[in-house]
């Protein structure tokens, strides 16, 4: 089973919100990634979590705040997001720390007002 | 900088009309290539990896190969199901993939 699931599908909120993105994986896979995608754009690399500790944070705002709870959870929680956070965000993972295959999720649809 | 990039951008093919998606990229050390198709709206599809120059992998009507500077996604006799964007992603060596663009597919019945 190759399957990562991310809550919710769908989701609004204003500037002043605060909501979290959640993502799994019972792969036991020991990487996982946050990607965000604009319409017609590649995915765009944001948070890598290796073994559970942040390994990469491609200078993404602080607005956007990632957590690794445990080696199958990885949530994203988001503070005063602005209107052009509005994306897909995806979530990620993979086997291996280095070249593995990275399995992605359905994704959660964001917009922000 | 290490780079991928794909051709076409977008390719409009009567349905049965065998095809290739292209993707070259800069050698630099490649550690793994990836080939994802993305329905509207939802995540990528894991569709093949390759490592080495003369590997190739097969499902369905898609086939890949990899060369030692490029990728080819062969189609064979598609169908309008097979209509998506297909993203070619490098791994150069770290933790990261290296996305092309995509080529956006569209199948015609």
């Known amino acids: 089973d190759t399957e990562v699931t991310q809550t919710p599908k769908h989701l609004v909120m204003g500037m002043t919100n605060k909501k979290s993105l959640k993502c799994e994986q019972h792969?036991?896979?020991?990487?996982m990634y946050w990607y965000k995608q604009k319409a017609k754009k590649p995915p765009e690399l944001m948070f890598v979590?290796?073994?559970?500790?942040?390994?990469i944070n491609e200078s993404v705002p602080s607005r956007f705040s990632p957590e690794c709870p445990n080696s199958s959870l990885l949530n994203l929680h988001l503070h005063a997001l602005q209107p052009e956070d509005s994306a897909l965000y995806l979530c990620?993972?993979?086997?291996?720390?280095?070249?593995?295959?990275?399995?992605f999720g359905p994704g959660t649809r964001l917009t922000v007002l | 900088e290490d780079q991928v990039t794909q051709s076409p951008e977008a390719l409009r093919l009567q349905e049965g009309e065998s095809s290739s998606l292209n993707c070259s990229y800069t050698?630099?050390?490649?550690?793994?290539l990836f080939w994802y198709r993305q329905d509207p709206g939802k995540g990528p599809e894991f569709l093949f990896t390759?490592?080495?120059a003369g590997e190739e992998k097969e499902k369905e009507r898609l086939k890949a190969t990899l060369t030692k500077k490029e990728s080819f996604l062969h189609i064979t006799a598609p169908k309008p199901e097979d209509s998506a964007t297909y993203l070619c992603?490098?791994?150069?060596?770290?933790?990261?993939?290296?996305f092309g663009t995509g080529t956006r597919l569209t199948i015609i019945p």
């Open positions: 990620a993972s993979s086997q291996e720390q280095w070249g593995g295959t990275q399995y």
């Open positions: 792969m036991g896979h020991r990487a």
């Open positions: 979590y290796s073994y559970e500790k942040l390994s």
């Open positions: 050698v630099s050390g490649l550690r793994g």
């Open positions: 390759l490592y080495s």
């Open positions: 992603a490098v791994n150069f060596g770290n933790e990261k993939l290296t």
